[in-house]
């Protein structure tokens, strides 16, 4: 073990071009996802940043650290507005109109949905943890009020959701309604018979 990497030596400070390189990518990918999808060129993202590929692999390895990259924002908005909305008197209310919101957000464009359920089933802490535990106490909120059946997991609503928003992202319009007839479910009183 070198002096550098010893426990106890003080961390390296980011080289400004890491981070312009860093930020350049991610505004590419930004834009070239939302015109062409989650599946555009990944050498293409790299030619629009002004970096070679292998500088866009430093930084996003795959292309799901990409997406990722992309989705701390969402998630970190999502976070904060689970934040604003667990003030409402009205807990089943703030949980829809959240749930609206992550919809919203996680189809920013085509293949975000998809991204956006991997990363959500990574338990490690982040943006993604941050957002869950927010929403987590608006959908409490509802559940201790009774709007929410008491055998439900949040994990599951978030499932849903992310199913909704992956089916909607072609024809966002119909994600209202599908997130409404969820919510009131198909067949009120026989949701337990085939489950």
């Known amino acids: 073990m070198t002096s550098d990497d010893s426990p106890t030596a003080p961390a390296r400070a980011v080289r400004a071009d890491v981070i312009r390189n860093r930020a350049l990518l991610i505004g590419a990918a930004r834009e070239m996802f939302q015109r062409d999808g989650a599946g555009a060129s990944l050498e293409g993202v790299a030619r629009k940043a002004g970096v070679g590929i292998g500088t866009l692999y430093r930084h996003f390895p795959t292309r799901q650290d990409l997406l990722e990259a992309l989705l701390a924002d969402a998630y970190d908005g ?18 829809m109109e959240w749930l609206h919101a992550f919809v919203t957000r996680v189809t920013a464009f085509r293949g975000m949905a998809a991204a956006a359920m991997v990363s959500l089933r990574d338990e490690r ?5 941050a957002m869950r535990e927010a929403a987590g106490v608006l959908f409490a909120r509802a559940q201790e009020a009774g709007d929410v059946p008491p055998d439900t997991a949040f994990t599951d609503v978030l499932r849903l959701a992310g199913a909704i928003a992956a089916a909607t992202e072609h024809a966002p319009e119909t994600a209202g309604r599908l997130l409404s007839l969820a919510a009131a479910g ?6 337990g018979r085939h489950g």
């Open 78 to 95: 999502l976070a904060g507005r689970a934040r604003e909305l667990v003030v409402s008197p009205d807990p089943a209310d703030a949980l």
């Open 125 to 129: 802490p982040g943006p993604p943890a």
């Open 186 to 191: 198909m067949v009120p009183g026989k949701a």
